[in-house]
Each structure stands twice: as structure tokens, then as C-alpha cells.
């Protein structure tokens, strides 16, 4: 009687080439299910305005959630992206408020501002990775404190309500979410920007080769002399300057920041980062199962609000479903 070869043992054990590449495809495949049911349910869905305009909502998730992907490829998380884009929304308007004094109602101002934004967006990220790699702080941790801490700075500063941006003011930085080029908004075009460059740095870099490294086994990475200091601290600085363009496309949208503003962005980011089909124990993801991810989310809201199936104030409950049904089925692919 013949043993089996243990190398034949393992290529009978692996899926089908087919089936893997189909179940990489999941979270394109589950979009376009749920935008087939969307548009039995109401043919108002596959309008050219309602497509636009659920591209343009997902894109400042979108964008957060190509931070949030590197991080947690790097086996982190940030749960303060939305407490951070309510503290960037409101200084970057005081500053602009401000600014408009001496540079008055002009792009200057406007573009002043934007890298203002950018720069507390990267300070923050720095602060964040600096804290959980130098001071040994689990991510959970360090982030789970800024998000208390920079919404009560913003609430402290709009002293309970809201802050405003100058009418003129206004005016000038409106197009910059209202604006359109050929036809296509701008927080699209923006967020396909972002997309494409994250999917280069992640998959096409040296360093995007790291944070997979350091999430597969952060101790073999550092045994490979890898600057896994360096490299974590990057990547948090991605996070955050990802969550500052975000709240530059927000800003103009309402022209101004109040406490409740990005309120449970952070669950929205990662949800969207999970269905994606990013490892929440980090390791390996996709920046475009991300981008598929974060549209689905947006769909679902949609589908809330043009139908009367479920109410739209179920739509976070809806969300955290899919994570917890998403993380689910993670967890049979690795047992598998």
C-alpha cells in the first residue's frame, strides 16, 4: 500500500486556482449583487445623479480608508480618524477665519488652510506612531485616547456648537467639493488619486513590501533589518494625512465643524478596509478591495434611503453586521 506524498497532501489540502481567484473577487461580486437588488427595488438607483452622488459620499470614507489600510496591514488600528477630522475641520476654519484678515477672501487663504490641514493631519500621525512604537502602547490604546481627546478639544472650541466658515470665504473654497471636472466631481477624482497612488506605494515599494513583512511577523521583520520603528510611524502618518484630505473635500461641503461632525467615520473606515478583504490581524490586504469596500458601505445607506426595508437610523447597525459577518468568514478562510 502507498503513502501519500506529503507535497500531494498539500496541493489536494489548497482550494482550486479558480475558486481563490473567485474569492478574491467577493467584495466586487457582493457590490454588484446588492447593486442588482437596488435596482429591482427601486430603478431610480442606476440614475447617473444617484451613482454620482454615492461616489461622491464614499469618497471621504474612501479616502480615510486607504490610510486605514496600511495601518492595519501593519497590524495596527486608529480608531480617532473621525474625532481627528472634526478637530482638523474645526482649527483649519478658525485658521482660515483668521487668515482672511490679513489675505483676505482668496485661494491663498483656501490654500493656506489645505496645507495647514495636511500638516496637523501628518503631526498627528506622527504623535500616534511615535506613541505606540517608542512608548510600547498597544494601538487600541493610544488611539482609542486621541479620539476623546480631540473631539473634547473641538467641542471646547466651538464651545458646544458649531464653527463657521466666513460667507465669502465659503463661496471661493465651495468648488472645491461642488466643482467638477469633466462632468466627474472632485471628491471623486480626488479619491481616485488617493486609491491609485496607495495601491503603487503598497504593492509596487519597497516600503509597501515592509508593512506587509512587519503585519505577517513583526519579529521576523526585524530579524530581516527592517526599521520597523520607522516604517509603523510612516504609516500612521498616512493615516492621518489621508483623514486631513478627507476633511478638505468635507469642509466646503457644509462650511462648518461641530462636535458630531465625523461621528463614527473610524467605524465606517474600518468596515470598509475589512470587507475589502484586508486581514484584520494584518499581513496582506488590497487597496482596491478597500475602494470596492467603502462604496458597498455607501450603497447600503443608499439602499436604506430609497427603500423602506430597514430604516436609515439602522444604517450603523447594518454596518456592524457586515463587520462582524465579514470577520466571520475571515476567520473560516484561515481555519481553511
Known amino acids: 500500500m502507498s503513502t501519500p506524498k506529503p507535497d500531494a497532501a498539500v496541493a489536494a489540502a489548497r482550494p482550486p486556482a479558480v475558486l481563490a481567484r473567485i474569492g ?21 438607483f442606476l440614475t447617473v445623479s444617484n451613482l454620482t452622488n454615492v461616489l461622491t459620499r464614499a469618497a471621504f470614507i474612501g479616502i480615510i480608508a486607504v490610510g486605514a489600510t496600511f495601518v492595519i496591514i501593519s497590524g495596527g488600528i486608529d480608531l480617532s480618524v473621525g474625532s481627528m477630522a472634526a478637530l482638523i475641520a474645526g482649527s483649519v476654519i478658525l485658521i482660515m477665519n483668521a487668515l482672511s484678515g490679513t489675505l483676505g477672501n482668496s485661494w491663498t487663504t483656501v490654500v493656506a488652510g489645505m496645507l495647514i490641514a495636511l500638516g496637523i493631519g501628518a503631526l498627528a500621525g506622527l504623535f500616534h506612531g511615535t506613541t505606540i512604537t517608542r512608548g510600547r502602547i498597544e494601538p487600541f490604546i493610544v488611539t482609542l485616547g486621541t479620539l476623546g481627546i480631540y473631539r473634547s478639544v473641538l ?68 530579524y530581516a533589518a527592517i526599521n520597523v ?108
Open 155 to 222: 467641542t471646547y472650541l466651538s464651545q458646544g456648537g458649531s464653527i463657521s466658515l466666513n460667507l465669502p470665504l465659503s463661496d471661493v473654497y465651495s468648488p472645491v467639493y461642488y466643482g467638477a471636472v469633466a462632468g466627474i466631481p472632485i471628491p471623486i477624482l480626488v479619491f481616485a488619486a488617493v486609491a491609485l497612488l496607495g495601491g503603487l506605494i503598497l504593492n509596487r515599494t519597497r516600503y509597501g513590501r515592509y508593512v506587509q513583512a512587519i503585519g505577517s511577523n513583526e519579529q521576523v521583520a526585524r
Open 24 to 44: 478574491s473577487l467577493g467584495p466586487l461580486l457582493g457590490l454588484l449583487a446588492l447593486a442588482l437588488v437596488a435596482t429591482l427595488l427601486n430603478p431610480d
Open 229 to 336: 520603528t520607522r516604517v509603523k510611524i510612516i504609516t500612521y502618518m498616512i493615516q492621518g494625512i489621508c483623514v486631513a484630505i478627507a476633511t478638505i473635500l468635507y469642509v466646503p461641503r457644509l462650511g462648518s465643524a461641530s462636535p458630531s461632525t465625523g461621528l463614527l467615520w473610524e467605524l465606517e473606515a474600518i468596515a470598509a478596509v475589512i470587507i475589502g478583504g484586508t486581514a484584520l490581524k494584518g499581513g496582506s490586504g488590497r487597496i482596491w478591495g478597500t475602494v470596492v469596500g467603502a462604496v458597498l458601505l455607501v450603497t447600503i445607506e443608499n439602499v436604506l434611503n430609497l427603500t423602506s426595508i430597514i430604516s436609515v437610523y439602522l444604517n450603523a447597525a447594518v454596518q456592524g453586521v457586515v463587520i462582524i459577518i465579514v470577520a466571520f468568514l475571515q476567520r473560516g478562510g484561515r481555519r481553511a
